[in-house]
């Protein structure tokens, strides 16, 4: 399972308040192995939108978060 919809559920209720009240901020290292952990994509994984060194959620999966 990759997409969101399949990871989202399974992450930890806290890691995904702080995702959703930081939508366009950058996913937190921590946050990205959790979401690896639990079947998501990977930390290096194209599925990520690059800006500096940081990663963040594509439009997509804030498009369907929200």
């Known amino acids: 399972m990759t997409d969101i919809a399949g990871w989202w ?5 806290q890691i995904r308040r702080v995702i959703v ?5 950058p ?3 921590f946050s990205l192995g959790e ?3 639990i ?8 599925y990520w939108v690059r800006g ?4 963040y959620l594509p439009q997509a999966a804030v498009l369907w978060i929200t």
């Open 35 to 37: 979401i690896e952990r």
């Open 9 to 13: 559920p399974l992450l930890n209720e």
């Open 21 to 25: 009240n930081g939508l366009w901020s």
């Open 39 to 46: 079947g998501g994509r990977a930390a290096d994984d194209d």
């Open 52 to 55: 500096d060194v940081n990663a």
């Open 27 to 29: 996913i937190a290292p």
